[in-house]
């Protein structure tokens, strides 16, 4: 295949007159073309006035001598695998999130019929829970946003964008697109699924799965792990429902156990794999109007017809602290995101076509181990739950989250009116002020913060803007420790994923599923 030259679209058009007006700009017939496809799709929005798409176009072509002055499309290719397993146990998966779903995808497909553990319901049962959660305000403490089939990744935005640079980057998208994903996330220069299309995506790609010799097991926690001379033995479920145990002689277990999963923390504590606490960030939601994002990244003049704009931003402190946005949402909703009674836990979600009134995203803060007392790896956790207490209570202990404006906020006073921004969180919202439950730091760290944001996003710090609270699980607060072959201190464990800390998001998760998986193929025995 060969790469045509960039070409900038200015008014709105099909992509076969994209393509037609491409060849045409370089003197191509398009009789000499077997095939096209777009490489890469992205907005230009630097000069407001000129607001442009980017187009990379790719094509086959009958005589490639012909066109020996185009670039060739290099496309990444997976390395070269050497499976040595020779077992007869299966591996066991604990977790269904990405991390979990893609190990378990490598693992059916080279016939070692795996076993995952989930202690959430499958996708479709889950989202019955989530919706009574919302309506009603009934927690489901084992089937909810955080737990259940796709992991917390399910109910969000769906993004797809990562900082790493991996060979299975590519693969983890044409797999998402084998399923059911929208196969415009191949080339777009921020591709994301939305929620709607991951709930049919996950039961494919589950199905997919058993057909080549996996066993789901939902509704069943992992509450035990049995070893022998530093190696994994065993491990022991238990339904949800009937508390009945079951166990599963293995010698590999992948723990994809998800960034909310506090008692498996403990538990892989009280067994002897390595914890370490880590950083992570706590915060708020901040939501806008949609129309005002893109207002401000967009500008007034284009005619295009572009997707909701979305945003990224970073601010460092004169104190050390830093303040960035995190899980942006356009055209979104902020979602009831607890998984502890009595709890509220926020976090933001957007369906494909990111067609709601609302922009939100996460404005966090950055949180060390220095910041909170004892020696416990696990403290982190206690410092994220005492907050999502405290959320709680303030939201008036019916999960009812608290929220306030920019503008009280920034003045350090109580919200007793809502402006033109109206909340999109479920089950509903009580006025307050957030300073009174956010550590000082926090608070005064997002205060520089957002009037930072606003002279680099024109409105981020609009008065009726509204800020839930509060945003605490957008990262693991401990990591697992393994090694070069990704193993834990106990043989046969395989940390994998956001829970374990080595990952942030469902693309980074799900490459870590591959890359646990293809270490346990890659090793004839443990």
Excluded at 318 to 343: E, I, K, N
Excluded at 411 to 428: A, E, F, I, Q, S
Excluded at 430 to 443: D, G, Y
Excluded at 505 to 526: F, H, Q
Aim: aromatic share 8%.
């Amino acid at each position: 295949m060969l790469k045509l030259p960039i070409i900038k679209i200015k008014q709105n058009m099909p992509l076969e007159s994209i393509v037609k007006k491409a060849l045409q700009k370089n003197n191509i017939q398009a009789k000499d073309v077997l095939s096209w496809e777009i490489l890469k799709k992205s907005v230009d929005a630097r000069k407001k006035n000129d607001v442009c798409l980017i187009y990379s176009i790719g094509i086959r072509v009958k005589n490639k001598n012909n066109y020996s002055h185009l670039e060739k499309v290099v496309k990444p290719t997976l390395p070269s695998l050497s499976y040595k397993r020779n077992s007869s146990l299966s591996p066991v998966i604990v977790g269904a999130g990405p991390a979990g779903l893609f190990a378990a995808l490598w693992l059916a497909e080279a016939g070692t019929k795996p076993i995952i553990l989930e202690q959430g319901k499958t996708v479709q049962e889950r989202q019955k829970d989530v919706d009574n959660f919302l309506a009603m305000g009934t927690l489901n403490p084992f089937s909810n946003i955080q737990f259940g089939e796709g992991g917390a990744g399910t109910f969000s935005d769906g993004k797809l964008t990562t900082g790493i640079h991996s060979p299975f980057c590519h693969a983890v998208l044409e797999t998402f697109v084998k399923f059911g994903a929208p196969s415009s996330i191949l080339y777009e220069s921020k591709p994301h699924i939305g929620t709607d299309n991951l709930v049919v995506l996950l039961k494919n790609m589950r199905e997919y799965i058993q057909n080549k010799g996996g066993t789901f097991y939902f509704e069943t926690k992992a509450v035990d792990f049995e070893t022998k001379k530093g190696k994994i033995t065993s491990v022991i479920g238990e339904n949800v429902r009937d508390q009945k145990k079951l166990m599963w002689e293995t010698d590999c277990i992948i723990l994809a156990i998800g960034h909310s999963s506090r008692d498996t923390f403990q538990k892989a504590m009280d067994i002897g794999l390595s914890l370490v606490p880590k950083n992570f960030s706590v915060g708020v939601r901040i939501e806008h109007l949609q129309e005002k994002i893109n207002e401000a990244q967009w500008g007034t003049k284009t005619s295009l017809k572009l997707p909701a704009a979305d945003y990224k931003l970073a601010y460092h402190s004169p104190s050390g602290r830093s303040c960035y946005t995190f899980c942006m949402c356009p055209g979104g909703t902020v979602m009831a995101s607890s998984s502890d009674l009595g709890t509220i836990v926020t976090n933001g979600m957007s369906k494909y076509a990111r067609d709601g009134i609302n922009a939100n995203s996460a404005v966090l803060v950055n949180v060390t181990p220095d910041d909170f007392p004892g020696n416990s790896p696990l403290r982190g956790c206690i410092f994220q739950r005492q907050l999502e207490e405290k959320a709680f209570a303030l939201g008036g202990s019916n999960y009812f989250a608290p929220v306030q404006r920019v503008e009280d906020f920034l003045l350090n006073r109580p919200t007793t009116h809502l402006g033109n921004v109206k909340p999109t969180y479920l089950p509903g919202v009580n006025l307050c002020n957030l300073t009174t439950i956010l550590p000082e730091f926090v608070s005064s760290t997002l205060r520089e913060g957002i009037l930072y944001f606003d002279r680099k996003l024109n409105g981020f710090a609009d008065p009726d803007a509204l800020l839930t609270g509060v945003e605490t699980r957008s990262s693991s607060p401990v990591r697992i420790l393994r090694n070069e072959q990704l193993m834990a201190n106990i043989k046969g464990i395989y940390p994998c994923g956001e829970g374990a800390g080595y990952a942030g998001g469902i693309m980074s998760a799900a490459v870590d599923g591959i890359k646990c998986a293809t270490a346990i193929l890659s090793t004839s025995s443990i």
